[in-house]
């Protein structure tokens, strides 16, 4: 029997390489003799470079760059077969870069992701997937654009610090593009990301997401407000959707380096190659911390399941819980489980969640191998 292993990240409990060791600890219980293909899966997130790497067999490099209030520290990327390099923004302008009490929404700027893009660019790298999610910034991706070689001015003809944050997208009265790195103009660059959110407005980056990087309500209308005086410097006015993710570095990526936007969760498995591996396989198993509604809307599990069907291959999924909605998974699916045992404290079921993955796959395996029919 063949199973190919395809999950998403389980937050704040297993990124998807290690839902892929539990799923394959328990396959091998039931059934050692298993053909088992491992293919970790991100939506463009935090997790995206290593499930990349994996799931394409690139490498990993690293390159020290700063973080999203200038602290140095080293980054990591994949170089794909091929020479595409895949970028997480969060590597260099994550939240999970800073402790809870130290964020600075106003301060928070994505100038080491322009150091570390500056840095491919520099080795030989044109072909460029960068992952937006887990921003700490809302800067509307100002700062990496200073990496790149971008001048802004103040009201009196004032050259501004480079990593400026959202706080002061405000003061920038003219924007000099013109010192953009050339290589840039000869770069394929491939946004990946699942978020729909516009630039500004009630439903932009700043409205929608700041309060989470530690935004109060004063800020985030700061914010929302330079966001809309940044977008006008480029004649846009910051409704097209998807411009918002990761603080409105969509709407850099798009709008001024000629970025195309797509489905996170179909660009992996693009690079993946997964429409070529699954062919031939029994079942394929995938997952993510909780499905519900949104899950049903065409998240990563869905986009595995309905490309797996493509194929012929019925798709199982083991989620760490199903909410509210998930009952509108049914027709995406074989089947659908959460590896929940009931109500608990949210800390033990995150520490138990490696080894629940391992006993519904091994009584999973148990089930179908059951069947004489399979």
Sequence with gaps: MKFVLAPDSFKNALRSPEVCAALTDGIRMAQPEAEILAIPLADGGEGTVRAAALAAEGVLEQYETSGPLGAPLTAETARLPGGVAVVEMASAAGLELLS???????????????????????????????????SATTDGGAGMLQALGARFYDDAGRLLPEGIGGGGLSAIRRADLSGLLPELAASRIRIASDVTNPLTGPQGAAAVFAPQKGASAAEAELLDTGLRHYAALFGDD???????????????????????????????????????????????????????????????????????????????????SLGPGSELLETEFAACFSCSIGPEPLEEALAATRERLTRFSRNLTRLLTSNPSR
Excluded: N
Aim: aromatic share 4%; proline share 4%; charged share 20%.
């Design 100 to 134: 809870p009490d130290g964020c600075a929404p106003l301060e928070a700027t994505t100038f080491g992701v322009g150091l570390l893009l500056r840095q491919l660019l520099d080795s030989g790298c044109r072909d460029f997937v960068i992952g937006l999610g887990g």
């Design 238 to 320: 910051g409704s097209r959707p998807g411009d918002g993710a990761a603080g409105g570095m969509g709407f850099a990526l798009r709008k001024l380096l000629h970025g195309r936007p797509e489905s996170g969760a179909e660009l992996l498995l693009e690079l993946a190659g997964f429409d070529r591996r699954v062919v031939g396989a029994d079942f394929v198993i995938t997952g993510e911390g909780r499905s519900d509604s949104q899950s049903a809307a065409g998240k990563l599990c869905v986009t595995v399941a309905r490309r797996a069907a493509r194929a012929g291959v019925p798709t199982i999924l083991c989620s760490g």
